[in-house]
């Protein structure tokens, strides 16, 4: 069935750092990668996404990047702020034309001040 | 705009009992969804919804009902509660292949 992992689960960086998080997907049919940020006590909230169509996506300090023959995704986010920390999820969707959404195990991250 | 509400935001069950969770969307989406979240195992999706009378099953179906008898509802059922279910339960709603729009969660507790 579909699947996504996400790696690692846990990432503590120094402020104004960057910081990668890696996913892999296993149904080439997926055509939509959405990456969310969880703060505590709330819903995911959307911050960048990426279609099949496109190789490197970027918003300010934040980008993603996909490699469809490998199947793999990642979020970037460079100048690390201690608002940037909380628990980051991605997701695949478009398995054979359906719009389930398959996420990731989440990756807490810290930011250190 | 309230987007994704879901009421109530926090329950606790005795074993066996049974509970409706309500989840609203007011931006007309035609899709909607349930997930569950755990420690460590992220969000896995139990039933989802295509459109006004539609449900379809998830990853993890057991134990759970839903309807859509409105476009803008989607309802999850437990009709008896088990200790497994404890968790933190999150509606989405979306237009399809487009973000997910994520209400801020119920948390669940079956003793």
């Known amino acids: 069935g579909e699947n996504v992992e996400q790696h690692p689960s846990t990432l503590s960086v120094q402020e104004g750092d960057s910081a990668v998080i890696k996913c892999t997907y296993s149904?080439?049919?997926?055509?939509?990668f959405p990456w969310y940020k969880q703060e505590l006590g709330k819903g995911p909230q959307l911050i960048i996404d990426?279609?099949?169509?496109?190789g490197e996506k970027k918003d300010q300090r934040i980008a993603v990047t996909l490699n469809k023959t490998a199947k793999h995704f990642s979020l970037h986010i460079t100048e690390t702020q201690p608002e940037d920390s909380a628990v980051y999820f991605c997701a695949a969707s478009g398995f054979r034309g359906t719009y389930k959404y398959i996420f990731g195990t989440g990756t807490r991250l810290k930011v250190l001040a | 705009n309230a987007g994704v509400t879901q009421t109530p935001k926090f329950r606790v069950l005795k074993t066996g009992q049974s509970m409706t969770l309500l989840c609203a969307q007011d931006m007309n989406h035609e899709y909607m969804y349930w997930y569950r979240q755990d420690p460590g195992m992220g969000l896995r999706l139990i039933h989802y919804?295509?459109?006004?009378?539609?449900?379809a099953k998830g990853e993890v179906p057991d134990g759970y009902n839903v309807s859509r008898l409105k476009k803008q509802n989607f309802l999850l059922g437990l009709e008896s509660a088990a200790p497994s279910q404890t968790s933190v339960y999150f509606c989405?709603?979306?237009?399809?292949?487009?973000?997910?729009?994520f209400g801020n969660g119920t948390r669940l507790t079956v003793t």
């Open positions: 990426i279609r099949s169509n496109v």
């Open positions: 919804s295509v459109g006004e009378g539609t449900t």
């Open positions: 149904d080439s049919a997926s055509n939509y």
């Open positions: 989405a709603s979306s237009w399809g292949d487009s973000p997910l729009h």
